[in-house]
Structures are given as C-alpha cells and as structure tokens.
C-alpha cells in the first residue's frame, strides 16, 4: 500500500524535474556560463583611429567591477550612434549598455533601465563673447545641433510643443568635442549637452559656456533589454547599492570628474599657447625624464608647466626655482648642481617624485598613489601625512584621494593645523596643484592623439573621447558601425 501511494509522488517529482530542465537559463546564467559580459558603449571615434584605443572612463571601470564580481570577463563593443546601441540592447546582441543613459518615457517603453546613478542637467552651450540666450523664446529661427536620437533631441521635441518655431538639425556619429567646436568655430549657434558632457569637453575646447539650463534634472543610468527574468537587474541592483555603499561609485567620480572645472578658459588658451610656443624646447627631456622613471611624459610635462609654467628660469619670492620650482635642498639631495638648468632641473624633479612616492604605503594603488605623491611633491610629505591622519580620524579613508583632498585644506586652519605634528601648510593650494596637473595632462593627451591623426583625411576635426583615465584592465573590444 505505501509503494502504491509513493509512484504518483515520485512522477510529479520526475515531471517537475524534466520542466526544469527544459526551461531556458535565467539571463544572469547565460552570462556566467559563456564567461563574458558583452557591455555596449557609445563611441562615436573617427574610423581612422587605428589601432582602437582601449576604453576608458567612469562607465568602462565599474562594468570591469561588476563583471569581476560575476566571475566573467567583460567584452566592450563600440558603437558610433545611439540608435545602433539602442538597437543592440533589445536584439540582445549584447548584454547591456555600459554609456550613461537618460532615462526618458520613450526610452521606457523599449528598455529597462538599472537603478539611477547620475542625475544631469540639460544646458544649452553658446560661444563667450556671442549673444547669450536668456530663455527658449530667444532661440527661435537660430541654427541648433544635436546628437541624433538623443535625450536633448527628446526634450527639444516636447518644447516644441509650446515653442511652434523653435528648430534643430540632428547629427549621427557626431562626437561632443565635435559639437563644441562647431559652436567656437560659430559654424552653429547652439547645442544642447548634458552638465556632463560639458564638462568633460570643455576641457578641451576652451571658448563655449553655458548660457542657460532647462528646468529640471535627468536621471541617467545603464540599460537592458525589457524582459520577465529579473535576474539581470537584481544583480545590478545589487551591485550598485554596494558601489554607493563602499565609496567605490564616489572614488571612480572624483577620478574621472574631480578635477574638469579646475581650469578657466583663460588657463586653457595660455596653456594651449604654451604648449606650441614653449613645449617644443623641453619635450625631448621629458620624455628621457620619462624613460627613466617609467612615468608618463605628458605627467611631467603637466608638473613642469604647474610648477613655472615652462619657465626655467623662473624664481618664487620663497626662493625655489627653475623650471620644477626645486628648494636648494631638494636640488642637493636630486644632485642637480644649477636648478636654472631645464634638463638638470626636469630630472631631477622626476626623481623627487619617485622618492615622496616610495615613501607612501604600499598597500596604497593607483592612480590614489600618484595624486598622493603629487600633493606631498607640493606641500611636503610631512604635511601630506597630517591630512591622512586627520582623514582617517574623521572616519575618512586615508589611502583615498577622494577623502584626503577634503582634509587638506583643513591645514590652513589654525583649529585643525594646531594638533597636527608638521603644523600650517596650504593644503588648499595643494588640492588646486593635484587636481591642475591632471586635466593639464589631459589636455596633453588629447592634443598628442589629434596630432597623430593630422595627415589622415577622416581625422582632420579636432575629435577626443571625454572619458578619462587609465586603461581598463581584463577587456577586450569590439567596433560596430
């Protein structure tokens, strides 16, 4: 009787077993089955650019995070327009879209879009010294761009509604740099541009400003494809609730944003003129400085033109001088005989970057690394050591430059600099001095990549990507037109 009363148990348990097994894997499994994340990214690079350069930027880590904590490695492919992404997410040609998106209704109704990371503004960009727009009555019968089947063309679209006369071109393929030069160049009047990809282009294209901001934020955010299974956005839930959680999320900004706004427009066209009229006489020894160090020759360079301004024989009412602004001890101990020597005085301020940098911690990474040394080569070890220390008794994270540079300038107040071991030191000068070699460097890496690419007939614009920093590890790419 027992054995009668278990056969039809043991044949549901069969049934349920072979349903099982005939139900799909859930999207997260296909994912870690294949062992690749196939992230899409917008990147609108000129079709000469050959070979590709790796992709960088805020976006390009924390997909590189999220599929280490997968377990996978993560494959970036390029796309030159919106639509093409858009299109790739719901043909499930690849995972996600790995840009950042605005999330719009229409965008809804196609995607599924993970949780917000970035809120934005939308601001019309116009040139200095032009008509400055107050309101979207004054741009009527004005020539407007902006890139198609994007958020700004959206909301153009639903102001028009009220505006009957307000009218736009839209471009495919087109990069922001693109766009801003367009506006410098008055070959357009306008464009419209996320707070965002402002103020990531800008650093380049010196000129353009913001007139006036629409009302209200967008929130941006990556996408997948609409779907029953939630095991994709779950574990993108959860892994952007742990990146806002850890601090890695505020890291990866202030490595990537921290530093773009540091410069006016002033500094960028002087530097700009420095860099034709008075680079070309110290280029080769920073880059021998470089080969020695195993730096970056575009670092150095930033460094020599924030210490003098390629002055080598400038001199400080403090009394350091040349062309990295050296202190007789410093110049003694770096064996550099006459600090108005530019090659002595270059080499010899490489290899004090060196020593402060040997004597952070080791545990400490970069790029935390390098700013940390950079903010000691200016304000002295000694002083950059209070600032961690206070850092890290105010529940900071003293091996973070994003926590530390908030501590600094805490050096020029007596409150906090009294109970200190090394006393005053102008830690606000020393956050400007950090975040000034960056985009400095920047902007040398942007001019070096246009002039590798002058002769070519594709690449005659003055076109860089806006994303920032080192190269993503563990990745591979691909381009789709």
């Known amino acids: 009787m027992k054995i009668v009363m278990r056969l039809p148990l043991l044949a549901g348990l069969c049934l349920l077993f072979l349903q099982s097994c005939s139900q799909p894997a859930s999207l997260l499994s296909e994912i870690k089955q294949r062992g690749v994340l196939k992230a899409g990214i917008l990147d609108a690079s000129p079709p000469c650019r050959l070979p590709v350069a790796p992709p960088q930027g805020l976006d390009i880590d924390l997909a590189t995070a999220w599929a280490g904590k997968l377990g996978v490695e993560v494959r970036f492919i390029r796309y030159q327009n919106i639509r093409a992404l858009l299109q790739a997410v719901q043909n499930a040609d690849i995972d996600l879209a790995a840009s950042p998106l605005s999330i719009t209704a229409s965008r809804q109704d196609q ?15 116009y040139k200095h010294g032009q008509h400055r727009p107050r309101n979207l009555k004054q741009l009527q019968y004005h020539r407007i761009l902006v890139v198609a089947d994007s958020s700004q063309n959206e909301r153009l679209q639903q102001l028009q509604a009220t505006w009957p006369d307000l009218h736009w071109q839209q471009q495919k393929n087109i990069r922001i740099t693109t766009l801003l030069q367009a506006v410098q160049q008055q070959s357009i009047d306008y464009t419209l541009l996320t707070s965002r990809q402002f103020r990531h282009a800008s650093l380049f294209i010196p000129g353009p400003g913001v ?37 890695l999320l505020a890291q990866l900004k202030e490595r990537y944003n921290g530093f773009q706004q540091q410069l006016n427009d002033v500094d960028k066209f002087v530097f700009q003129r420095h860099i034709r009229t008075r680079l070309p006489g110290f280029a080769s020894w ?53 600090r108005l020597d530019a090659k002595a005085s270059i080499l010899g301020g490489t290899r004090y970057l060196d020593v402060i940098e040997h004597k952070i911690p080791a545990r400490i990474t970069e790029p935390d690394r390098l700013w940390l040394a950079l903010a000691g080569y200016n304000v002295g ?17 003293p091996d973070k430059w994003v926590d530390v540079k908030k501590f600094l300038p805490r050096l020029n107040r007596k409150k906090w600099y009294s109970d200190t071991r090394h006393g005053y030191a102008d830690g606000r000068a020393a956050v400007r001095y950090v975040d000034n070699i960056r985009a400095y460097k920047n902007i040398l890496e942007w001019i070096e990549a246009r002039e590798q690419n002058k002769n070519t007939a594709l690449c005659q614009s003055l076109e860089i990507t806006a994303l920032f920093g080192q190269n993503a590890s563990n990745t591979a790419t691909e381009s789709v037109p």
């Open 111 to 125: 995607l599924r879009f993970a949780p917000a990371y970035d809120r934005v503004r939308q601001q019309l960009i």
């Open 211 to 247: 007139a006036f901001s629409l009302p209200g934020h967008e929130t941006q955010a990556w996408a997948i494809r609409r779907s029953d299974d939630n095991s994709l956005y779950n574990a993108l839930s959860t892994f952007f609730h742990e990146v806002k959680s850890n601090g």
């Open 286 to 338: 920073f880059k021998q400085a470089a080969e020695e160090s195993g730096r970056s020759w575009t670092l150095l360079a930033a460094i020599g033109y924030q210490e003098s301004h390629w002055n080598p024989k400038a001199v400080s009412p403090t009394g350091v001088r040349g062309l990295m602004m050296l202190t007789r001890d410093t110049a003694r101990e770096m064996k550099v005989s006459n």
């Open 381 to 397: 070890f000694g002083h950059l050591e209070d600032a961690r220390i206070l850092t890290q008794k105010n529940a900071g994270n």
